[in-house]
């Protein structure tokens, strides 16, 4: 399967501690993006990088959102301190170049915090 | 700030006739827009685009139209099949970033 992967897929956590997730992106495609869903909405985008570059990380919820691509291939976003309220699916997708506006996303982690 | 809006929650229809999905943004800045479909357990999937420099766009059984003077772009799906069961969701990409906005979707049910 040479699609967008995220790991793990469900994650469950007592309010207060940190998470973190991994995705994967398409192996050409340099841009990768993160979102948040909530139940009953679209997805809401968090921040996105150009290779290793973290191009725009102005949408990220609060200081306890944090997101690296440290060598331009998977990234990972953590979350710090967790609240209740940042229960919600996180999707990551990818595309190919700066002028391809179509991303391709993966399944997402479902992240539960009690 | 809902700056993409799918005011229908959910849509039913009779396999083999049409889907309408409807959406309505408020930003001006947006100059392309995606419809991508979900299935549960499953990220959303692309379907078709369109540029804000067309006003029609067709690929097989869905066309996308855009209407730039009301804000409003439609998804129609002919004939419709069970298979496109799914939520819709609706996009919009500004032209000076990629911060992409979702609408909050809309289930489709299409019964055979």
């Known amino acids: 399967d040479t699609g967008v992967s995220q790991d793990p897929r469900h994650k469950i956590t007592k309010r207060g501690q940190n998470v973190t997730f991994r995705c994967d992106p398409i192996s050409e495609h340099n841009r990768l993006y993160w979102y948040r869903q909530t139940l009953g909405q679209g997805p809401e985008f968090l921040t996105y990088f150009q290779n290793e570059a973290q191009l725009e990380k102005s949408r990220l919820l609060s200081d306890r959102f944090s997101a690296e691509r440290p060598k331009g291939s998977f990234s990972t976003l953590e979350i710090q301190r967790t609240e209740q309220g940042d229960s919600a699916m996180y999707l990551c997708?990818?595309?190919?170049?700066?002028?391809?506006?179509?991303?391709?996303f993966g399944p997402g982690t479902r992240l539960t915090v009690l | 700030d809902q700056q993409v809006k799918q005011n229908s929650p959910s849509l039913s229809v009779q396999e083999g006739r049409i889907s309408i999905l409807n959406c309505d943004y408020t930003n001006s800045m947006f100059d392309y827009f995606l419809w991508y479909k979900k299935y549960p357990a499953e990220g959303p999937t692309f379907l078709i685009s369109?540029?804000?420099?067309?006003d029609k766009n067709e690929d097989g059984r869905f066309t996308v139209f855009l209407n730039k003077s009301a804000k409003h772009l439609s998804l129609h799906i002919v004939p419709s099949q069970p298979g496109d069961s799914a939520v819709y969701f609706c996009?919009?990409?500004?032209?000076?970033?990629?911060?992409?906005?979702f609408g909050a979707g809309t289930r489709l049910t299409v019964k055979p």
């Open positions: 369109i540029s804000s420099i067309k």
């Open positions: 996009a919009a990409i500004p032209y000076n970033n990629n911060d992409m906005r």
């Open positions: 997708a990818s595309s190919l170049t700066e002028t391809d506006n179509e991303q391709f």
